[in-house]
């Protein structure tokens, strides 16, 4: 029932004269006081019921923004949960990868340590064949042998001067060795002639070069050594044989090889010539440089002349001539 149908409803109540009494008197009280009181509680329970009203708004209210809240909480729940799989998924996944990467590392390093036993063992079988190859040499002429192992203490001792690795030292010290190794073709008679060659007899010579590349094969281990043969008598200015190749053209090993080859030459006793002092083979290499070898090698081989190497290692070899073997190599 609204307030105005209660309104109503009092107005047309009549209180009974023996209900209605005074307050102090028992004089009947009127009706205006009766709907005055019910007013009063009219107006009490319309606010009651306002209050009422406005909780139950903020309530639902509250229930509503709870309930997106929950709502919310459920889908990011549900995010994290999907997520969590997905995570798990990429972990299993990348401890596969891990594993297989793990596996793979594990089969280079068994490769990589194949091929450093491969590459010793072939480091050792080319050492032999130098020696082999030396041996021939020293067999067919001892001049020839002394000549090679001179070549090679001075081309280590060039190449450790201009600053170039451990490895490349050896490697361009044994491989030095094989430079004149396609003189085993040349008749005896050219290399043991006291005349000036004729043109026919120098274009014989000329092809050591080739020969030498050509007996050193395809092996890897012998392909500086097949640079040197082919290069060592190749002139800085271009002017050399047998392919007229200069400047930095002609790798480095045979531009070191071609100072200590010639060096040893011009101070070694030939058929043809007696040796010269060392004094005048450095002045020769002096005069050659920027025309028949690398300006840096000769500036370093002068270097080491001046420091006395090279008389020592002229000395170690009269005495002793050690063998290019793997220990002597290093």
């Known amino acids: 029932m609204s307030a105005d149908e209660t309104k109503d409803l009092v107005e047309t109540v009549e209180v009974p004269p023996a209900a209605a009494t005074s307050g102090g008197n028992g004089a009947p009280a009127g009706?205006?006081?009766?709907?005055?009181?019910?007013?009063?509680?009219?107006?009490?329970?319309?606010?009651?019921?306002?209050?009422?009203?406005?909780?139950?708004?903020?309530?639902?209210?509250?229930?509503?923004?709870?309930?997106?809240?929950?709502?919310?909480?459920?889908?990011?729940?549900?995010?994290?949960?999907?997520?969590e799989k997905q995570a798990g998924?990429?972990?299993?996944?990348?401890?596969?990868?891990?594993?297989?990467?793990?596996?793979?590392?594990?089969?280079?390093?068994?490769?990589?340590?194949?091929?450093?036993?491969?590459?010793?063992?072939?480091?050792?079988?080319?050492?032999q064949g130098i020696s082999h190859l030396l041996l021939a040499a020293t067999l067919k002429d001892r001049t020839?042998?002394?000549?090679?192992?001179?070549?090679?203490?001075?081309?280590?001792?060039?190449?450790?001067?201009l600053g170039l690795p451990s490895g490349l030292v050896e490697e361009f010290g044994y491989s030095s060795v094989m430079h004149d190794v396609g003189k085993i073709h040349t008749p005896d008679h050219i290399l043991q002639s006291e005349h000036h060659l004729s043109d026919e007899e120098f274009d014989v010579i000329k092809q050591h070069c080739i020969d030498g590349e050509t007996m050193l094969g395809e092996a890897r281990f012998f392909e500086t050594a097949r640079g040197i043969a082919r290069e060592h008598h190749e002139r800085w200015d271009g002017k050399g044989y047998p392919d007229g190749k200069k400047g930095e053209e002609i790798s480095l090993a045979a531009r070191i090889g071609s100072v200590a080859d010639v060096f040893d030459a011009l101070t070694s006793k030939r058929p043809y010539k007696?040796?010269?002092?060392?004094?005048?083979?450095?002045?020769?290499?002096?005069?050659?440089?920027?025309?028949?070898?690398?300006?840096?090698?000769?500036?370093?081989?002068?270097?080491?002349?001046?420091?006395?190497?090279?008389?020592?290692?002229?000395?170690?070899?009269?005495?002793g001539r050690p063998e290019p073997t793997e220990s002597s190599a290093k």
């Open 89 to 127: 998924r990429y972990a299993e996944d990348l401890a596969e990868m891990l594993r297989t990467e793990r596996e793979r590392r594990h089969e280079l390093e068994r490769a990589l340590e194949h091929e450093r036993i491969a590459n010793e063992e072939l480091r050792r079988t080319g050492l």
């Open 144 to 161: 020839t042998g002394e000549h090679l192992l001179r070549v090679r203490r001075y081309v280590e001792a060039i190449t450790q001067r």
């Open 274 to 319: 007696e040796a010269w002092s060392a004094e005048a083979g450095i002045e020769a290499i002096e005069k050659g440089a920027g025309e028949k070898f690398d300006p840096d090698v000769v500036a370093a081989f002068v270097a080491l002349s001046s420091e006395g190497v090279v008389e020592r290692i002229r000395s170690e070899v009269a005495a």
């Open 31 to 83: 009706p205006d006081v009766f709907r005055q009181l019910l007013h009063q509680a009219v107006r009490v329970a319309d606010m009651a019921n306002a209050q009422a009203m406005r909780m139950a708004l903020d309530f639902a209210k509250v229930y509503e923004r709870e309930q997106g809240v929950r709502r919310e909480f459920e889908t990011q729940l549900s995010q994290m949960t999907l997520m």
